[in-house]
């Protein structure tokens, strides 16, 4: 047997010698097997990873249920006079009294100022004596002219000059009145451009009355919002200069027609109908005009709770029924002091409200609420 064993091996290398290229084969076979071998192991583990499930972010969560709400347009503007008018010299004539103070309040008609009658009266005294005489002239020659000793031509003459010297009476009576300057309103005499003594030409400023009942309020709306806002809408106006809560009631009495053609936006005006605003408030202040618009659902939450998205916009993320965070742009309402109102976003929504910075619009999360946690941490405790 050692033999056959011994006398087959010199002719296995016999033939090998002959035929090395069947080492050749059989090695390639070897090293063939040897990477597939690794391939599929390359393969199986990736395999045996991906059955191994991802982890999931952990947030919190909270359920907000929308509440009617008033929506608001807040805009700013500044008081002023419901009328402003600036009274002038209507004559030549030197100042002789200022009849009232600057800032004193007057009545329609009061007088505010008095100036010289220089001459005026003793000029209406003499053409008051002219026209005596025109009358008297144009009497005769009317007679005369019926009876037919006078032509019709100095019966007109006698006639124009009556007529003249009446005119003139009634200048020299309405210049005289002009000396005498009155209020042509109800109002307040906010200045005096001139003192007593003074002389004040034609055209030149006297006084400057202004009307604060009711006292106005003039701001600028722009063209999204002025569809929105109608006349005799209700309003209410803050002050921004005083730090209180009271806001001063009114209503839209004017709306411009037209838009600025530099800033594209609409005036409006607002009467404000409260009386302490007359007492307590001064024209030229700047304030915070409020006007309600329509009424929609909407959440409250804390400013905390706004992310931004990958583009960079403003919004509130929240999860669905499947425990899929969505990403919703936010639709401010109305803001406030602890929080702002968000529209359209359903009568019930469950918002992040821990965690939010960690999630991205459409990953799947462990969503538990402050409850839960709360519940998760008795539970160790007593453990």
């Known amino acids: 047997m050692e033999s056959q064993q011994s006398a087959s091996q010199p002719s296995l290398r016999k033939h090998l010698s002959e035929k090395p290229y069947y080492i050749a084969i059989a090695l390639s076979v070897l090293l063939l097997l040897w990477i597939f071998s690794g391939t599929l192991g390359a393969q199986q583990a990736p395999a045996?990873?991906?059955?191994?499930?991802?982890?999931?972010?952990?947030?919190?969560?909270?359920?907000?249920?929308?509440?009617?709400?008033?929506?608001t347009l807040t805009v700013y503007g500044k008081t002023q006079p419901d009328r402003i008018a600036t009274l002038n010299a209507e004559v030549r004539a030197q100042v002789v009294n200022r009849l009232v103070q600057e800032g004193q309040t007057v009545k329609k008609g009061q007088p505010i100022l008095q100036l010289a009658l220089n001459d005026l009266e003793q000029q209406l005294a003499s053409a008051e004596a002219l026209l005596e005489q025109r009358k008297i002239e144009y009497k005769g020659a009317k007679r005369l002219n019926t009876e037919g000793y006078q032509q019709e031509s100095l019966l007109?003459?006698?006639?124009?000059?009556?007529?003249?010297?009446?005119?003139?009476?009634?200048?020299?009576?309405?210049?005289?009145?002009?000396?005498?300057?009155?209020?042509?309103?109800?109002?307040?005499?906010?200045?005096?451009?001139?003192?007593?003594?003074?002389?004040?030409?034609?055209?030149?400023?006297?006084?400057?009355?202004?009307?604060?009942?009711?006292?106005?309020?003039?701001a600028d709306v722009t063209e999204n919002h002025i569809q929105s806002i109608q006349l005799q809408q209700d309003a209410s106006v803050r002050i921004a200069s005083k730090q209180q809560e009271k806001a001063y009631a009114g209503s839209i009495r004017y709306i411009s027609q037209l838009a600025n053609k530099d800033t594209n936006t609409f005036k409006l005006e607002v009467a404000l109908s409260d009386i302490e605003a007359t007492k307590h408030l001064k024209a030229g202040v700047s304030s915070e005009l409020i006007l309600p618009l329509e009424t929609t659902n909407a959440i409250k939450v804390t400013p905390a709770l706004l992310s931004l998205d990958e583009k960079g916009n403003i919004g509130i993320k929240t999860v669905n029924h499947e425990d899929i965070v969505e990403f919703h742009p936010v639709d401010i309402v109305k803001t406030e002091a602890d929080g702002v109102w968000l529209a359209n976003l359903g009568d019930v929504v469950t918002v992040i409200t821990r965690g939010q910075g960690f999630v991205r619009d459409g990953d799947k999360v462990i969503a538990v609420t402050e409850a839960d946690e709360e519940n998760a941490d008795l539970t160790s405790n007593k453990e």
């Open 156 to 218: 007109a003459q006698a006639k124009a000059n009556l007529v003249s010297a009446e005119a003139h009476i009634s200048q020299l009576k309405l210049d005289i009145s002009k000396t005498t300057i009155i209020a042509p309103f109800s109002g307040v005499i906010n200045e005096f451009h001139v003192e007593q003594g003074d002389y004040a030409s034609m055209g030149d400023p006297l006084a400057v009355i202004v009307d604060l009942t009711p006292l106005i309020v003039e």
């Open 48 to 71: 045996a990873k991906q059955k191994k499930a991802p982890k999931l972010a952990k947030v919190q969560v909270a359920e907000y249920i929308a509440k009617p709400i008033q929506n």
